[in-house]
């Protein structure tokens, strides 16, 4: 029940193109839902976040997508970019035990020139 | 500013020896949190730490074990290597531990190989 299932794994996207990455839940405790991104050597560092009661959030170029009926969230990373090539993490928490961050498996993306 | 700062940042073991890893917190901050990272694969929480004690444990053994100083940095211990304990171990600080979630810092990591 503590599991946040990511898709796909890889994901190749041409220069320009949207990014889309999805993730789905089953624990409705989940209260706040993150997305990371990691570059290679780095630690994760904070993209964008929601809270299930809003729908939709947009940040720039990203966007989170949220359903809350279908416990599924995804990424919309709009007018890819060769800067956007990292891997993203999806993930959960929630207040009950605010420290402790359930990540997905992660999605490495690759944007073509 | 400095941020979230590991050190070190490779190191070789052989299995059954034990290994501490070090962590300093970003300024500000007085809360750390450890997380693993098989490659491949999402960090996953081993344990935090506010005001010198364990406030949260993720789903590890024993073997895995903490400290935080005075000065809020903190050391990852772990006993009796594994070949499996083969990941990279990341560090996160945040200036509070209910806030935690909201504001992680994360450190680059440190990369731990058992042979």
């Known amino acids: 029940q503590q599991q946040v299932k990511q898709s796909p794994q890889s994901l190749i996207v041409q220069k320009g193109g949207i990014s889309i990455i999805n993730c789905a839940y089953e624990?409705?405790?989940?209260?706040?839902f993150p997305w990371y991104q990691q570059f290679p050597g780095k630690g994760p560092a904070l993209l964008i976040a929601?809270?299930?009661?809003?729908s939709e959030k947009k940040e720039g170029r990203f966007t989170i997508s949220f359903n809350k009926s279908a416990k599924q969230f995804s990424l919309h990373i709009m007018d890819s970019q060769p800067g956007d090539s990292a891997t993203y993490f999806c993930?959960?928490?929630?207040?009950?035990?605010?420290?402790?961050?359930?990540f997905g498996s992660g999605t490495r993306l690759s944007i073509r020139p | 500013d400095a941020g979230v700062t590991q050190s070190p940042t490779h190191l070789i073991k052989t299995r059954g020896q034990q290994v501490t890893l070090r962590c300093s917190p970003k300024?500000?901050?007085?809360?750390v949190s450890w997380y693993q990272q098989a490659l491949g694969q999402g960090p996953q929480f081993i344990f935090q730490?506010?005001?010198?004690?364990?406030?949260q444990r993720g789903n590890f053994p024993d073997r895995f074990s903490g400290h935080q100083f005075p000065n809020y940095s903190s050391e990852l211990n772990v006993n009796a290597l594994l070949l499996g304990d083969s990941a990279l171990y990341l560090c996160?600080?945040?200036?509070?531990?209910?806030?935690?979630?909201?504001?992680?810092?994360f450190g680059s990591g440190t990369r731990l190989t058992v042979v």
């Open positions: 996160a600080s945040s200036s509070t531990p209910d806030r935690g979630r909201y504001a992680y810092t």
């Open positions: 624990n409705t405790a989940f209260d706040y």
């Open positions: 929601i809270r299930p009661d809003v």
């Open positions: 993930a959960a928490s929630m207040g009950s035990s605010a420290s402790k961050i359930i």
């Open positions: 300024s500000g901050h007085d809360t």
């Open positions: 730490y506010y005001e010198e004690e364990e406030r």
